[in-house]
């Protein structure tokens, strides 16, 4: 399964973009402020997007939620990134968060987004590779 995640508006609090799952649109994304990392940027902790470039994505447990929860992998300057429900950059600390309808500095519908989400790759987890792209 190839996810990516195409940034399309920058502010100064957020980065919203699109989610597609094998080439199709499934939703929304939020995250912090992208600050260019792969380009030579500076984190600001809890208020910077991960940078640009191609992760593997696995289920596993989360500490913080008490629950499993997609996980980014291997995300240079960055541990513990997933992708849950949130409605603003300030819910984000660095994760993608998802929601189906989109206003400035907003997701909405986030929860109905998120589960849709896992559905999707609970399907396939343990027969193919997640890839998640971020652009």
């Known amino acids: 399964m190839e996810i990516k995640v195409i ?7 957020s980065t919203i973009g699109e989610l597609h799952i ?8 939020i995250e912090d402020k992208d600050r260019k990392l792969e380009s030579g940027g500076v984190k600001e902790y809890a208020k910077t997007a991960i940078p640009r470039g191609k ?12 629950k499993y929860l997609p996980e980014i992998q291997n995300v240079p ?3 513990g990134i997933r992708i849950h429900s949130g409605n603003t950059s300030e819910h ?12 400035t500095d907003f997701v909405g519908n986030s929860k ?3 589960a849709a989400f896992i559905k999707k790759i ?3 987890e343990k027969k193919e590779k997640i890839t998640i792209e971020i652009v």
């Open 7 to 13: 940034r399309k508006t920058f502010t100064e609090k």
């Open 22 to 29: 094998n080439g199709k649109f499934e939703c929304f994304t």
């Open 55 to 66: 992760y593997n994505l696995v289920m596993s447990f989360s500490n913080r939620f008490q």
């Open 77 to 79: 300057q960055f541990a």
């Open 92 to 103: 984000s600390e660095g994760c993608v968060l998802l929601g189906t309808t989109i206003a």
């Open 112 to 114: 109905v987004a998120v």
């Open 122 to 124: 609970q399907a396939v």
